[in-house]
């Protein structure tokens, strides 16, 4: 944080890193299980959401309970724009960012009055209410239960303006200039939003107006005494934070036409939460691998099923293995949310400041000891990591 | 000697039917070191809690270069020029001492809300140079990267001080400065004071070590069971006998 | 004024709930200063122990089924009715109230072990790491219940005598069509029992004046030379015996599932700090008013006139009540202010 002058020849090296590393993800995951388009696209959504996530809770310290909500708002936002607009992908996603900004300027407004623990009960009160709404009030916007789904009946203005050729059998798929949104160019779009909105967040950590929130998170009194009227500054990073939840859940619009109510739950929130503090709150690649981690090991782990392990552990003998499956089998398939509570607990317990942290402490361990340069180095990474 | 320019009128504030302060005046000539001083629990602290709109009087009302702090936010306070020293130093313990100082001299800046964090940029410079300046006058340059978390209580005390000079106040609060500290810090703090006299801000003290309250006031008032019972220059304060029967037959 | 009246019985059971639920979390969060989300986990649990014990109750044996006299049939027989015959009977008629018996030393043990275990280490960390940590603990018993019981609930029956509904309408001189089911009935009034067992604990013995202390000032009581941290080990495990029994109870009214614990934690949140956080008073009064609440919000009238009012009312409650107080109805200046 000492070199504030301009992006740094250190984050400009973090941002190409970074972004070589997004794009070439089809790439390095292969030997891992991880190359499919589908697990691939949710790294980018969910990283952008996390990202987003952590200008608020790693910066300012508010935990919001509630960033659900703003997801569900820009895929709802983003499959109207599909239904009544257009396929193409971009209209959805500045509609899911403009609705999703929108209620958090709201909830924003509302919310941060109080600050705590007290905060954090008012962005869930908020969140369950629109979770709520969404199921029972709302069903003519949202179509509750069922989930807002495309139709062939859609008005779609804007592509029957332009194409007066019949409309083709099938629902139409979501695209952008021609390129269908599924698959490997899906991902790659996510890819690129990705990037620029972690470059967005390297920026705003670098700014003058990063430095302030931090400032709050530290002593917000004192903040208050350095003359700065806070609320603004909040209420700004709120309303970042909810844009990037919109665009997260425009994003899992246009790769998957449909929108449903249980993305609003606060049980969604909580995810947001875990991929945040699993990768380091307040650090800048954190949040992206916490939801990497959390993702892959959903698809992953749940797709484990008894037969696999008896796969797996054959070369046990029989005795052995009628004992070892199932209790393997507990943390996998459908109990991979045990797996998930038990690293939670490993990672808050131990380390707090997440896998950034332990990547800095392993990294300090074996250059610990050394002479004053390794020290500026590792001061370098940990400009870089944060 | 200057205007008056900070005004406490007819101040009152009890807590719970218990009551601190009772019918306080106090007026504060411009430019001038104005010490308030008086036993254990005389009110002192919440006085200075009025002053900067930390609490809100029951009655009466506090004026500064004519304009009413009563009821105010605390950042509108100190956007008004009234900075404050607390008496556990209030920093930012996790960042570094250049941080610190830097955080105040962008609210000073930009008090008023603005996410034009280019324009800011190329003025970061300019900041950080004064940021470094301040440090040097505080004496905790060679420092400047260091977590502030890590300093002693004299050094924390020392960086709280330059993080409100570097708003430039006219109206400095400093509540027991001095507190908690060996006689070596103490004389360092009041060489600091004495130094930042000339800079023509008026200075409100709060302190009960006499050393450096006679070292360092133009003015003293003495408040006791939250009354103001004595005022003047410290000479004719000191030998006031009824500030003598405050201290001794008092809460000592 | 029927109808009133049976929506504010409607209102008290659901309000029970939670009013035993916030209590607990609140004595926890008082004199620990933990933010325990773990704490739904436990009433769930003791849910569980009710359909644990009943399980093990009716551990059957296979015998003729004598009513049966045209071919050989088979029943199951529990071995308490082989054994004790009628008595036998009665025993797994009463299995859920008798699961007590079973819930408070489990739920001690368990209170314990999590203090001990996990808890403890949390008192000086931020409020957000206790957060997380005892969530992710929620989630492994949740978890852990899933694996074991399954993902549907399990009816749980209330004794046969208390199955039908009270004529409460003729007790109080409203129409005689005003009934209440009995269970719920014995819920309100057991809730009451317990909740007057926690306060009178904490105001009349010596051991519940220094926890009360420590709710005021943990540091203090600390330097006074008190054990202090094995007290916090006892208000534990009572906040879990708490919300444990209250599970137990609740069984016959919903049937629990693995998830019951986490619905139930996120509205026992709000009615925490509705209450105010730290304020056991404000715990109960708000558990109930909100329960009532909910109940008026559901009557057709009411959501006629606010579609949908029934679904968000409790946050709608909760996000007013903590903009105009800020600190909830009854909570103290100084708590949780960070």
């Known amino acids: ?386 | 000697m200057g205007d008056l320019v900070l005004h406490l009128d007819n101040i009152n504030k009890s807590f719970g039917g218990l009551s601190a302060l009772s019918d306080v005046n106090l007026h504060v000539e411009e430019g001038t070191t104005h010490a308030i001083i008086g036993p254990n629990g005389a009110g002192k602290s919440t006085l200075l809690n009025v002053c900067i709109g930390r609490l809100k009087p029951d009655t009466g009302k506090v004026t500064f270069a004519g304009e009413v702090l009563t009821g105010r936010e605390p950042h509108e306070i100190t956007q008004l020029g009234v900075a404050r020293v607390f008496q556990t130093p209030e920093i930012f313990q996790e960042m570094t001492l250049l941080e610190n100082v830097m955080i105040p001299a962008f609210s000073h800046r930009d008090g008023a809300f603005r996410l034009n964090a280019n324009k800011l940029l190329s003025k970061q410079g300019e900041i950080r140079d004064e940021a470094e300046h301040i440090l040097e006058d505080v004496g905790l340059k060679d420092m400047m990267l260091t977590e502030a978390g890590s300093l002693s209580r004299g050094d924390k005390r020392r960086l709280e001080l330059g993080m409100c000079l570097i708003l430039r106040p006219r109206l400095l609060l400093l509540d027991e400065p001095t507190a908690g500290m060996a006689r070596h810090d103490t004389n360092q703090t009041i060489e600091l004071l004495k130094k930042i006299k000339s800079r023509g801000m008026t200075k409100v003290i709060i302190e009960h070590d006499m050393h450096v309250v006679f070292s360092l006031a133009d003015k003293v008032s003495v408040l006791a069971r939250g009354q103001i019972i004595a005022g003047g220059d410290p000479q004719s304060v000191r030998e006031d006998p009824k500030v003598k029967e405050a201290y001794l037959g008092g809460a000592h | 004024m029927d109808a009133i009246f049976i929506q504010i019985l409607n209102g008290l059971d659901k309000g029970a709930a939670y009013a035993l639920i916030a209590l607990g979390l609140t004595l926890v969060f008082g004199t620990l200063g933990i933010v325990n989300f773990a704490h739904g986990a436990l009433f769930m649990l003791g849910a569980f122990c009710a359909v644990t014990f009943q399980k093990i109750i009716t551990i059957s044996v296979k015998v003729r089924d004598e009513g049966v006299t045209a071919f050989v049939a088979y029943k199951e027989q529990p071995y308490l009715e082989t054994w004790f015959g009628d008595t036998g009977r009665i025993i797994i008629d009463y299995s859920v109230p008798l699961s007590i018996i079973l819930a408070i030393p489990l739920m001690l043990l368990v209170g314990y072990v999590m203090e001990r275990g996990l808890i403890k280490h949390f008192y000086k960390r931020p409020h957000a790491e206790q957060i997380l940590v005892t969530f992710g603990l929620a989630i492994v018993i949740q978890e852990i219940i899933k694996a074991y019981f399954g993902a549907n609930p399990i009816p749980q029956a209330a004794p046969e005598i208390l199955a039908g509904s009270a004529n409460v309408g003729s007790w109080v001189g409203l129409g005689d069509n005003l009934v209440y089911p009995w269970w719920r009935l014995i819920y309100l009034c057991f809730s009451g029992i317990v909740i007057f067992a926690v306060f009178a604990f904490l105001q009349f013995t010596t051991y519940g004046m220094v926890v009360r202390a420590g709710m005021r000032d943990r540091e203090t009581v600390g330097l006074l030379g008190i054990n202090i941290e094995r007290r916090f080990t006892v208000v534990f495990a009572i906040a879990a015996i708490v919300a444990g029994v209250a599970g137990v109870m609740y069984t016959p009214i919903l049937p629990p599932d693995y998830h019951l614990g986490m619905e139930f934690l996120v509205l026992s949140f709000v009615v925490v700090v509705v209450g105010g956080m730290g304020s056991l008073g404000g715990a109960v009064l708000a558990g109930f008013l909100l329960g009532i609440v909910q109940s008026f919000a559901s009557m057709n009238e009411v959501k006629d006139i606010f579609p949908g009012i029934d679904q968000i009312i409790l946050y709608l409650v909760a996000v007013v009540i903590l903009l105009v107080l800020p600190r909830g109805l009854m909570g103290r200046a100084g708590v949780m202010d960070d």
Not at chain 1, 247 to 267: H, I, K, N, Y
Not at chain 1, 282 to 296: D, F, N, Q, R, S
């Open chain 1, 1 to 386: 944080m000492t070199n504030m002058k301009k992006p740094s020849f250190n984050d400009t090296m973090l941002i190409l890193v970074f972004a070589a590393a997004i794009l070439a993800m089809p790439l390095w995951l292969d030997p891992f299980g991880g190359n499919y388009p589908d697990l691939l696209q949710k790294f980018a959504i969910y990283g952008i959401f996390a990202i987003g996530f952590n200008i608020l809770f790693g910066l300012t310290g508010y935990l919001s309970f509630g960033h659900a909500a703003f997801l569900g708002v820009g895929s709802y936002a983003a499959v109207w724009s599909f239904k009544l607009l257009t396929m193409n992908a971009i209209p959805a996603v500045i509609f899911g960012v403009l609705f999703a900004g929108l209620l958090a300027a709201i909830i924003g407004f509302l919310s941060l009055r109080r600050t705590g623990i007290y905060f954090s009960i008012l962005t869930l009160a908020f969140a369950q209410m629109s979770y709520n709404l969404a199921y029972s009030v709302l069903t003519p916007i949202t179509n509750g239960e069922t989930g807002l789904q495309l139709a062939r009946s859609d008005p779609r203005i804007l592509d029957k303006l332009f194409s007066d050729g019949p409309a083709s059998a099938g629902l139409p798929s979501t695209e952008l200039f021609g390129e269908t949104m599924s698959g490997y160019p899906g991902f790659y779009f996510c890819a690129v939003l990705l990037i620029i909105g972690f470059y967005i967040s390297l920026r705003i950590f670098r700014s003058p107006f990063g430095l302030m929130l931090k400032g709050i998170k530290s002593n917000q009194n004192r903040m208050k005494y350095t003359g700065l009227n806070t609320r603004p500054y909040m209420l700004t990073a709120f309303i970042i934070s909810g844009m990037y939840a919109g665009l997260a859940g425009s994003l899992l619009a246009v790769t998957d036409p449909l929108a449903g109510a249980e993305r609003m739950q606060w049980t969604a929130s909580g995810e947001v939460v875990l991929m945040t503090i699993l990768g380091g709150a307040g650090t800048l690649v954190g949040p992206m691998l916490g939801a990497g981690l959390i993702k892959y090991f959903e698809n992953i782990f749940s797709s484990f099923d008894d037969s696999v392990l008896q796969q797996a552990f054959s070369f046990l003998p029989d005795s052995v293995l009628e004992i070892v499956v199932p209790v393997v089998g507990l943390f996998v398939g459908s109990g991979w949310h045990l797996t998930l509570g038990l690293l939670f607990m490993i990672i808050v317990i131990f380390l707090p400041g997440g896998l950034v942290e332990g990547f800095r402490r392993i990294f300090n361990y074996f250059t610990s000891g050394g002479g004053k340069a390794e020290t500026q180095s590792v001061e370098a990474h940990n400009q870089a990591g944060e």
